[in-house]
T-cell receptor, first 115, second 114 residues
Framework: DTGVSQNPRHKITKRGQNVTFRCDPISEHNRLYWYRQTLGQGPEFLTY????????KSRLLSDRFSAERPKGSFSTLEIQRTEQGDSAMYLCASSPNRASGNTIYFGEGSWLTVV | QKEVEQDPGPLSVPEGAIVSLNCTYS??????FMWYRQYSRKGPELLMY????GNKEDGRFTAQVDKSSKYISLFIRDSQPSDSATYLCAMSAMNSNSGYALNFGKGTSLLVTP
C-alpha cells in the first residue's frame, strides 16, 4: 500500500490526557498537511510541512497542539491536556513538490474521542 | 461568511440519474479546484482536479469551473448506488507558503437509490 498511512485509527482518551497521532506520507512527497474534521463539516487546515520545516500553522492550532516532522518523512501530531472539543477526525495528507499547485492525497484519518 | 459554500443536502436520486453538485466561493485568488469523495468514517478520496477555469471529464464525472461567477460544479452521469457518499469541494490559492493548502466546503451528502 503506497497511500498515506495514519495510526492509530481510533483513540478514546480521558479529558486531560495527552495523545499522539502518527502519519506516514506517500513516499517522496515533500509536502505534508494536517487537517481536522468534525461531523457535518469539511476538513479544516491545521498545519503544513515542507520536508522537515513547519511553514504554516492555522489559528486553529492552539498551544496544546504540536506537530513535528523530524526527518522530513513521517510526522506526529500531539495534543496535550485534551478537551472534549478536541474530539474529531485528524487527517493527514501529502502532496509532491511540484512547481505550482498540486494534488493532495489524504489518509484514512485518526478518530479521537475525548470522554 | 465562509470562503467556500456548499449545500450539505442530503440529495437523493434514483439510480441512473445525472447528479449535479456545486460550490460557490468568495476568494478570487483561488486557482486550484478539486472534488473529493468521502465515505462514512473514511478519509477523502480525490476525484477531480482542475486548474483555473474550464471543464474536465473523467469517465462518468465532469468538473466545471466558472471563475467569473466563482462557481464550480461536479456532474455524475449514470449514477450508481456505490456513488452514495459525501462529496467535498476544495480549492486553494497560489500560495506556496501554505503548500497550496485546501479550503473545503461542508460537503454534500448524496444517496443514490436502486
Amino acid at each position: 500500500d503506497t497511500g498515506v498511512s495514519q495510526n492509530p485509527r481510533h483513540k478514546i482518551t480521558k479529558r486531560g490526557q495527552n495523545v499522539t497521532f502518527r502519519c506516514d506520507p506517500i513516499s517522496e512527497h515533500n509536502r505534508l498537511y494536517w487537517y481536522r474534521q468534525t461531523l457535518g463539516q469539511g476538513p479544516e487546515f491545521l498545519t503544513y510541512f515542507q520536508n522537515e520545516a513547519q511553514l504554516e500553522k492555522s489559528r486553529l492550532l492552539s498551544d496544546r497542539f504540536s506537530a513535528e516532522r523530524p526527518k522530513g518523512s513521517f510526522s506526529t501530531l500531539e495534543i496535550q491536556r485534551t478537551e472534549q472539543g478536541d474530539s474529531a477526525m485528524y487527517l493527514c495528507a501529502s502532496s509532491p513538490n511540484r512547481a505550482s499547485g498540486n494534488t493532495i492525497y489524504f489518509g484514512e484519518g485518526s478518530w479521537l474521542t475525548v470522554v | 461568511q465562509k470562503e467556500v459554500e456548499q449545500d450539505p443536502g442530503p440529495l437523493s436520486v434514483p439510480e441512473g440519474a445525472i447528479v449535479s453538485l456545486n460550490c460557490t466561493y468568495s476568494n478570487s485568488a483561488f486557482q486550484y479546484f478539486m472534488w473529493y469523495r468521502q465515505y462514512s468514517r473514511k478519509g477523502p478520496e480525490l476525484l477531480m482536479y482542475t486548474y483555473s477555469s474550464g471543464n474536465k471529464e473523467d469517465g462518468r464525472f465532469t468538473a466545471q469551473v466558472d471563475k467569473s461567477s466563482k462557481y464550480i460544479s461536479l456532474f455524475i452521469r449514470d449514477s450508481q448506488p456505490s456513488d452514495s457518499a459525501t462529496y467535498l469541494c476544495a480549492m486553494s490559492a497560489m500560495n506556496s507558503n501554505s503548500g497550496y493548502a485546501l479550503n473545503f466546503g461542508k460537503g454534500t451528502s448524496l444517496l443514490v437509490t436502486p
